[in-house]
């Protein structure tokens, strides 16, 4: 078992549907990343979450420390929200971070 | 600005021919990192450093080789590369990775890498 487990792998959505990603781990945490894959394929931050919830934009992402969980939810998709959304947590020791495999979304006109 | 570059993006070569894949960040970043990217299991971490003179093995350092003699440059070795390295890699930095909070992570724009 992943210590990082993302749910759906896949998504599809029609244009202006709300969407949820979810993210559950296995480890204590002191933060958690959410990472957006380009379909060209560069990957850039999100944002980072150590408590309750952040905005951005139609995107907020949320966490429950002691649920071990995290939403990245997406308002009023758009076809260009259409990439791969990537977890990521650096546990409370070490130094290293641990990925999820990712969620394709597919958002259609 | 601020920024992480790779080189080179794209790379086809031969089993066994030593190549260098170098990663610079502009951001005095202390931490930086090099990971690959293979279908169905994600980002997987090479290797890792601290800062200069300081790197450590992540979850998939066989193969790999690694240097920070500098803070800006951290760039990944292959000694004799094997189809099995065929990937997608990607260098990140961040300020640090130490202590309690975490630091956004800022990542190059990949370098696709076959070895046949």
């Known amino acids: 078992k992943n210590e990082v487990e993302q749910s759906p792998q896949n998504l599809t959505a029609q244009e202006g549907e709300f969407i949820t990603i979810n993210c559950s781990y296995s480890?204590?945490?002191?933060?958690l990343h959410w990472l957006q894959q380009h379909p060209g394929g560069g990957i850039v931050s999100l944002f980072m979450?150590?408590?309750g919830k952040k905005k951005h934009g139609r995107l907020i992402a949320t966490i429950n420390i002691q649920e071990k969980h995290s939403s990245l939810h997406i308002t009023a998709s758009h076809p260009r929200d259409s990439a791969v959304y990537i977890c990521a947590v650096k546990e409370t020791s070490g130094s290293r971070l641990t990925f999820g495999e990712g969620t394709q979304l597919t958002v259609n006109p | 600005e601020a920024q992480v570059t790779q080189n080179p993006r794209y790379l086809i070569t031969v089993t066994g021919k030593k190549l260098t894949v170098t990663c610079s960040q502009n951001m005095n970043h202390e931490y930086m990192s090099w990971y690959r990217q293979d279908p169905g299991l994600g980002l997987r971490q090479i290797y890792y450093s601290m800062n200069v003179e300081v790197t450590d093995k992540g979850d998939v350092p066989e193969g790999y080789k690694v240097s920070r003699k500098e803070k800006r440059n951290f760039p990944l070795i292959l000694e004799s590369p094997s189809p099995n390295q065929t990937s997608l890699y990607f260098c990140?930095?961040?300020?640090?990775?130490?202590?309690?909070?975490?630091?956004?992570?800022?990542f190059g724009p990949g370098t696709r890498l076959t070895v046949t």
């Open positions: 480890v204590g945490i002191s933060a």
């Open positions: 990140a930095s961040s300020l640090s990775i130490r202590g309690a909070r975490g630091y956004e992570q800022y």
């Open positions: 979450l150590s408590s």
